[in-house]
């Protein structure tokens, strides 16, 4: 049996979903779990792809009321 961290499956291929709230802030969340209020899913892959598509697409980390 592997050990995973809280949060993580062992499986990698399970399936986890991108949400973004209001201010483009992203995460990578399983898709499980419902979606917090807030937020809202906009990519499901892999917990790879997942991440690959944050990396792709947050590009300033800064909260969106920051950037403005």
């Given at each position: 049996m592997s050990e995973t961290s809280p949060g993580q499956t062992d499986t990698p291929a399970a399936?986890?979903?991108v949400l973004v709230n209001e201010e483009e802030q992203y995460c990578v969340w399983p898709a499980g779990k419902p979606v917090p209020a807030g937020w809202e899913s906009v990519f499901?892959?892999?917990h790879e792809a997942c991440t690959a598509h944050v990396e792709e697409?947050?590009?300033d980390m800064r909260p969106k009321?920051?950037?403005g």
């Open positions: 399936t986890h979903q499901s892959g892999t697409v947050w590009t009321s920051v950037r």
